[in-house]
């Protein structure tokens, strides 16, 4: 058996290659070097990338991180000093620009300690933080330790990287349009900041250029993958921690609706698909309170969305809010045309929904309790956008079980004995329920009953005190004394709570309602007629019900909400109204297209589109619209082509003519000859007309070898162009004054 030897040129080779291969191995894994402007800008964009999620993260955590921005900060300014005062003195000319090795701020030890403490310490926080959050603090609490330590490029790429997921992530928790685009601007430098380690020398403008291309690039994929990739569930949760918890209680004590009249948070918006009902007939249900002890109304019992039960006991428990449902139901009387729209709630991180009454949905995802209220099998942690239809002139409840009349005329006699005593004489001046209910309204329109949004303090919330001595209140105060009597006087009622009117937008053509909205009235169960609304706010001051907070009430409003501070005089300005109503109608599309893009609607997408591709005349149409973009794109590069090819051509034919005029001055170029060799030939003999024909020649070599970064526009081109036909007219120039034997 033979071996064949290995020649010598092989072995060197192979060698040079491993030596190679080992060099750059080594130079990967050399310390990294960056300057001042580097590290400062990774410090910033660390700050700008953890401020996204500033909300969710916890203060302790918080402290750590502000803590590590300041401590790198405070080493990078004692360096940039240092290095800024040895070049004033000549001492180390530069310093400034010089890269230079992070210095050792912790000891591996130290980080390693920190790193197993933090990781611990999550963990404990997470059965109150829950999964999601426990995950964000763990991601973050990463990037936060990865400063101290990136040795080499690959750490920094990871720092990059982990700065790009915290600013993203913080998408889960907000999805409005212009949060949306300062987190697409912050991924935007992030990207440049990684392109800066691959080409530090290039421009930044030229950085963001070539960023923003292919970004462009991306546009396509990644709209195919929104629209056709299938959204699944997450695996996670956002917590429903109380503090989370935004808007409408579950339980309403004499003045909370009150506090919420300040508030400018927005809570729902709705687009209606036909007409928009007048102000006065838009009660949004959310919840009915049917359980009073005196002080403090609650629901009979509380929604099993909110522990641990499944979907189905929810359903079996609370039934569906489907048309079908409804229509099979005794309690139910369906009358006219059902009134369609969208909702889109905000997140509240609780379980209620809001809609007219009588309401129903097809949504699976969404319950109606036995109240007619609707509410949604989970928490609603996100925007959530869902279909209803109403019937205004529905009867609920033509028929009272015993045991809910007994839960509506449920009353406590220690708080409010006045009230219950009121009610009794009432009862036995009226025998009509609706002469009596029409009693109470006329007293609260006669008397010296007020609406305002400073009601005076009450005792332990008394309804007594409220209804014969201070007679000022809000919403609420009236609700619940007006239920209550009606209890006392044998009339089964219970109030309800939910959000009055809204601003109708003119130029998206959608209602937005706002925590300021806020409000509660009563229900009464009359024979035959069901539960009937009464709101004797409209008795009071009807100008509430009618268009919104009245003028008064709208003083009112102002006066609290001023301050030093306060913006509240640039809210009334005209031109301040018009920018907010475009600027939110641009935001509520987004939400309801793209946030609102949910997986049940793409199952409707998908659908329609592969119904219309069964048909020929659809597909025609496809198959030319994707011939028609292939066609633009294949013009357009040829177009692009073409231009760069007619200021090569030129440049060709410059040096061209050049060599014309050289051979017409005994200076030839021979066939063997390089463009660089007839150069060399040419500084040789005649050196006072190198300088202008080596920078026609080296153009031509640039364009022959080189072929031109493609980066250089046209406009440098065409300058460019114009630069050497003024040094073909020097050079032309020079050889006819030696010809001349001038110069």
């Known amino acids: 058996m033979m071996i064949k030897k290995i020649k010598p040129s092989v072995k060197q080779n192979l060698k040079q290659k491993f030596k190679s291969r080992k060099s750059k191995n080594s130079s990967e894994n050399s310390v990294l070097q960056l300057n001042s402007k580097m590290y400062f800008c990774l410090l910033i964009f660390q700050l700008l990338n953890l401020s996204t999620l500033v909300i969710q993260l916890h203060l302790l955590y918080l402290l750590f991180a502000t803590f590590v921005l300041a401590l790198q900060f405070t080493v990078h300014f004692n360096i940039l000093r240092k290095s800024a005062l040895a070049s004033s003195l000549d001492l180390m000319p530069n310093q400034s620009t010089k890269s230079y090795v992070i210095p050792k701020i912790l000891p591996s030890w130290l980080i390693l300690l920190l790193a197993i403490s933090g990781s611990v310490a999550i963990a404990v926080a997470g059965q109150t933080l829950g999964l999601l959050l426990s995950m964000m603090h763990l991601l973050c609490f990463a990037y936060s330790l990865k400063m101290f330590e990136i040795p080499s490029r690959k ?9 790009i997921f915290v600013a993203t992530s913080s998408l889960i928790f907000m999805q409005s349009i212009y949060f949306s685009l300062a987190v697409i601007v912050l991924v935007f430098g992030n990207f440049i900041i990684l392109l800066n380690l691959f080409a530090p020398t290039m421009a930044v403008s030229a950085q963001a250029k070539l960023v923003a291309k292919l970004s462009l690039y991306s546009v396509p994929l990644a709209v195919a993958l929104f629209v056709g990739f299938p959204k699944l569930s997450p695996f996670w949760q956002v917590p429903s921690v109380e503090s989370a918890k935004v808007g409408l209680s579950d339980s309403v004590k004499i003045g909370d609706i009150a506090q919420l009249a300040l508030s400018d948070e927005l809570a729902f918006r709705v687009s209606f698909q036909s007409n928009k009902p007048k102000h006065a007939q838009l009660y949004w249900r959310a919840m009915v309170l049917d359980d009073f002890d005196g002080v403090t109304w609650r629901q009979s019992s509380r929604e099993p969305t909110q522990s641990a039960q499944s979907a189905q006991s929810a359903q079996s428990s609370y039934g569906s809010a489907t048309l079908g449902h409804a229509k099979s139901s005794a309690d139910i009387e369906l009358r006219g045309t059902g009134l369609a729209y969208q909702v889109i709630a905000e997140p509240s991180f609780q379980s209620w929904l809001f809609a007219l009454d009588f309401a129903t949905s097809e949504q ?20 959530l956008s869902y279909q209803v239809t109403s019937y205004p002139e529905a009867i609920m409840s033509a028929t009272l079980s015993d045991a809910t009349r007994a839960l509506n005329l449920l009353l406590s006699t220690d708080n409010n004995p006045k009230l219950l005593a009121k009610g009794q004489q009432l009862r036995q001046q009226y025998r009509d329920d609706r002469q009596l209910i029409d009693h109470v309204l006329a007293d609260f329109n006669a008397k010296n009953y007020y609406y305002t949004l400073q009601p005076p303090r009450l005792n332990n919330h008394s309804l007594d005190q409220f209804y014969f001595d201070t007679r000022a209140g809000f919403c609420e105060h009236y609700a619940s004394s007006f239920t209550y009597l009606m209890r006392a006087a044998g009339i089964p009622a219970r109030m309800v709570v939910g959000y009055l009117g809204g601003e109708f937008n003119l130029s998206g053509n959608y209602l937005s309602v706002y925590q300021r909205n806020a409000h509660a009235w009563s229900e009464v169960w009359l024979p035959s007629s069901g539960w009937q609304r009464i709101d004797p706010t409209a008795a009071v001051d009807p100008e509430r019900v009618e268009r919104g907070f009245s003028t008064s009430l709208m003083q009112e409003y102002t006066d609290l909400s001023s301050g030093l501070f306060s913006t509240q005089a640039l809210h009334t300005m005209w031109w301040y109204q018009q920018l907010k109503m475009q600027i939110d109608a641009i935001d509520y599309q987004w939400t309801r297209w793209v946030i609102g893009y949910t997986g049940q609607k793409q199952s409707r997408v998908m659908a329609q589109l592969l119904a219309s591709l069964k048909q020929g005349e659809n597909v025609l149409y496809f198959l030319l619209i994707l011939a028609g973009t292939a066609l633009l794109v294949y013009g357009y590069k040829v177009f692009k082509a073409k231009v760069k090819g007619q200021a090569e051509d030129k440049i060709k034919a410059l040096y061209l003519k050049t060599l014309s005029l050289m051979a017409q001055h005994q200076l030839v170029k021979t066939r063997s000859m390089t463009a660089q060799q007839f150069a060399d030939f040419v500084a040789i003999t005649r050196p006072e007309l190198s300088a202008n024909f080596c920078a026609i020649s080296n153009s031509f070599a640039e364009l022959s070898y080189q072929n031109f970064a493609d980066d250089i526009s046209q406009q440098e ?8 036909q003024l040094i073909y007219r020097q050079l032309r120039w020079q050889l006819w004054l030696a010809k001349l034997g001038i110069g």
């Not at 319950?367 to 609603?380: E, H, T």
């Open 155 to 163: 750490d920094l790429y990871q720092l990059v990287v982990l700065g």
């Open 364 to 383: 699976s995802n969404i319950g109606q309790r036995n109240d007619f209220a609707l509410f949604y099998r989970g928490i609603i942690s996100q925007t």
């Open 717 to 724: 081109r065409d300058k460019q162009l114009i630069k050497l």
